[in-house]
């Protein structure tokens, strides 16, 4: 069976600071992992996918994330926050030889960046 | 997504009323899927079409159904709505032809149900 997880509800940060956003994952096989923004009133939008190759994944708006297969951990980054990062972000997962409905989405998670 | 629209974006109705939620891509996507989403919960599939004729449940299809009516139109139907049905509604897409499943989605419908 094939999870994710998102510790924490709520992350706060100051703007300019880095960010991390964690994600931990559970597959059975090779992992396809993705993170997701939500902004108020609107739906999910894609932020970056590893699918395959470098660990370390560069997305939309300055975002990254590194695979690390030991920790199975695949967390969101950003090396100075914005005001307009805050918003719901989701960690999915699904295993690569599964079928691509089987997306997993996380619980989310909240980026509060304060000015 | 501008590409992925939903009608309507609010809806509020009562118990036992039936209930029908639209979806249309202008993607040219296979691939269509209906989430929802609860706080603390993140997105649950609900049902899932990979073509016109292909109709699958997903985690959560009890007092759910949908239809596929053309390549671009997905539409759920509460036929019985309850109050635990109260939640928002996505719809996404799609393409198989990129071939890992990067899902567009529209922005959401709000169901209340008294």
């Known amino acids: 069976a094939q999870s994710v997880a998102q510790p924490e509800d709520q992350v706060n940060v100051a703007e300019g600071n880095p960010l991390t956003v964690k994600c931990t994952y559970s597959?059975?096989?090779?992992?396809?992992l993705f993170w997701y923004v939500q902004y108020p009133n609107r739906g999910l939008q894609f932020l970056l996918k590893y699918i395959t190759g470098d660990n370390l994944v560069k997305g939309s708006y300055g975002f990254e994330a590194e695979l690390n297969k030991s920790q199975t951990s695949f967390h969101l980054k950003k090396p100075s926050a914005l005001v307009s990062d805050s918003a719901l972000y989701f960690c999915?997962?699904?295993?690569?030889?599964?079928?691509?409905?089987?997306?997993?989405f996380g619980s989310g998670t909240r980026l509060s960046i304060r000015p | 997504d501008a590409d992925v629209t939903q009608t309507p974006r609010n809806r509020i109705t009562k118990t036992g009323k039936r209930i029908m939620l639209e979806c249309s891509q202008t993607k040219g996507h296979d691939r269509m899927y209906w989430y929802r989403q609860d706080p603390g919960l993140g997105l649950r599939l609900i049902y899932y079409?990979?073509?016109?004729?292909?109709?699958n449940k997903g985690e959560i299809s009890d007092g759910y159904s949908v239809s596929r009516q053309a390549q671009a139109k997905f539409s759920l139907s509460l036929e019985s709505a309850i109050p635990n049905q109260t939640a928002l509604y996505f719809c996404a897409t799609s393409d198989r032809g990129q071939g890992i499943d990067e899902q567009f989605f529209g922005p959401g419908t709000r169901l209340t149900v008294l």
């Open positions: 597959v059975s096989g090779n992992p396809y």
């Open positions: 999915a997962v699904r295993d690569a030889y599964s079928s691509a409905s089987k997306i997993i």
């Open positions: 079409s990979f073509d016109v004729k292909d109709i």
